[in-house]
């Protein structure tokens, strides 16, 4: 169990919990009228809008730039009876939204395929592979998703060839945009579109709400996959904030109430019963979609989500199942000889940051391992495996507050090339400059992360008492959901708590207790996952202790209590 730093977001003042309160037409519990004033909810207007999105809530998408190119040519592909390729990208984004684009458009039009790109053979983004199958098979245009946004040269190469571009992107563009017909990316600083933090497949869903628009089709079919648009919203770990909360909270009502045949058949796989949430997408959903793409192709991940029904996903899960079933055992091994690396090298122990590599590692999952790595030694990391061709790839991870792509572009004369962002970062290295980098890395490390940066920071949204808890109080909680990337789960902590019974550990690590608050007298179970004997250690000395928490359920034998979901434990300084 990491050392945690607590640091408790700003409290809104009494005044502004008394105006929100008494502008709600309901009771609202001070600390709920908090949290969402936290959250920038401090009129009842917008709270009612946060608590109930919708459709209407949606912006319209000829706001955003290129839009009216996008859709006159796909128009004109289409009178023309064109060939149309829809161009993803093999992580979760990346084939959810070739599973909505293709899924929807074929419905209206018959001359479209998909590609995806081998992670292996052609790596990420367009490829000149992926342009040689298009101008084979004669395809005119080609329409990405997810990627293209700094894929100069490859469209360059396929306008030569009397290929067009349509590009929907999410990420940071360059200094120069490809020169493509129409280039839909919110981060464009040219594009005026209000909500700049859509995921890929939120883009491409914002260019097929256009065209439906503009071919008066009827937007039902779209809408009904807004789960997929959910799920790539929770795996590309996208602020779910504005647009993307009513995406992901209409997307998750789809899921629970009927779904996508290939997303129901993963829930099935992965145990997950519903009503699922953004947590069971994340850790259920993903990973298995991810896996094909990393163990094999993501031809079967994609295929999947396309099923027509429920017996043809069925049958394709399994080969899903194997794969994330190969990744998992994979990524453990290899986390288990990373740490051991680590933990047998005094100067890699005493080090800023990790730099490891190893030739038999497997490409596919050394990001996974970089981030199992900052669990247990919390700096930035990079995890390197062999590419072949005489060449290192690795893959880098990040802590709060230090900018790795910044620190790449310190050590850039010793990579080769190098792409990502301030917390991950992709790079290929030469195996004669191995030593020289991770030298430079570490001094470039050691320079910028100070002795409090290399422990982690849990945000707390505010101390409360055990009364503070109930049903009603957890109900409010549950109807803030979605949760996720700035706009977390709530985080309490309550002081001077005690064991009303002893401590247990269940499997070695996981920490199961009762817990009395010593200034209410009231008692709740707790579950600590992963604390293991540090923690019970401390717990089960007899003296109150400080807990960080979120609030959760427990259903035993058909009986549901709430209980508290340990995040850290602090011992009371004397």
Known sequence: MIEQNWQYLPSPSWAQIKALQAQSRKPLHPVIASLLIQRNIAEASHAREFFRPALSQLHDPWLMKDMDKAVARLQQAMVNDEKILVYGDYDVDGTTS????YGFLSEYYPHLTYYIPDRYKEGYGISEAGIAYAEANGFSLIVSIDCG?????????????????????????????????????????????????LSGCGVGFKLLQALCEAMEWSPESLFRRLDLLAVSIAADIVPITGENRVFAFLGLKL??????????????????????????????????INAAGRMDHAHGATKLLLS?????????????????????????????????????????????????YKDDWHKGIIGIVASRCIETYYRPTIILANSGKDKITGSARSI?????????????????????????AGLTISPDKLKDFEARFEEVVAARVSEAMLMPTIKIDREISFRDI?????????????????????????????????????????????????????????????????????????????????????????????????????????
Do not use: W
């Not at 060839?161 to 940071?172: K, Y």
């Open 98 to 101: 070739v599973a909505v684009f």
């Open 149 to 197: 946004i700094k894929a100069i040269d490859k469209v360059a190469t396929a306008k030569a060839q009397n290929i067009d571009f349509i590009i929907c992107d999410h990420h940071n563009p360059g200094k120069q945009l490809p020169d493509a017909i129409a280039v839909l990316d919110p981060k464009r600083k040219d594009c005026s579109y209000p909500y700049k933090e």
């Open 255 to 288: 899921l629970n109430e009927q779904g996508n045949f290939g997303l129901n058949a993963l829930l099935q796989s992965a145990g997950k019963k519903k009503p699922v949430n953004i947590r069971d997408v994340v850790f259920g959903i993903a990973p298995r």
């Open 308 to 356: 027509a029904t429920e017996q043809e996903a069925l049958s394709l899960v399994s080969g899903l199942e194997s794969h994330n079933s190969n990744r998992r055992t994979t990524d453990e091994a290899t986390t288990l000889e990373a740490l051991a690396m680590i933990e047998s090298s005094d100067k890699r122990k005493a080090a800023r940051s990790t730099v490891l």
């Open 400 to 424: 709060a507050d230090f900018d790795l792509y910044d620190a790449l572009c310190e050590c850039a004369e010793f990579i080769d090339q190098f792409g990502g962002h301030t917390h991950a």
């Open 470 to 574: 109930n049903r009603a109080f957890y109900k409010h909680i549950c109807a803030m959901e979605p949760f996720g990337p700035a706009h977390m789960e709530p985080i309490f902590s309550t002081r001077f708590v005690q064991c009303a019974n002893p401590a247990r550990l269940l499997n070695e690590k996981h920490l199961k207790l009762e817990l009395v608050d010593s200034n209410s007298g009231l008692i709740f179970d707790a579950i600590g996952f992963g604390m293991g004997f540090k923690a019970f250690e401390l717990v089960d000395a007899g003296k109150p202790f400080h807990i960080a928490y979120t609030i959760g359920e427990n259903t035993y034998k058909d009986k549901c209590k709430l209980q508290l979901v340990l995040k850290d434990i602090k011992a009371i300084e004397p």
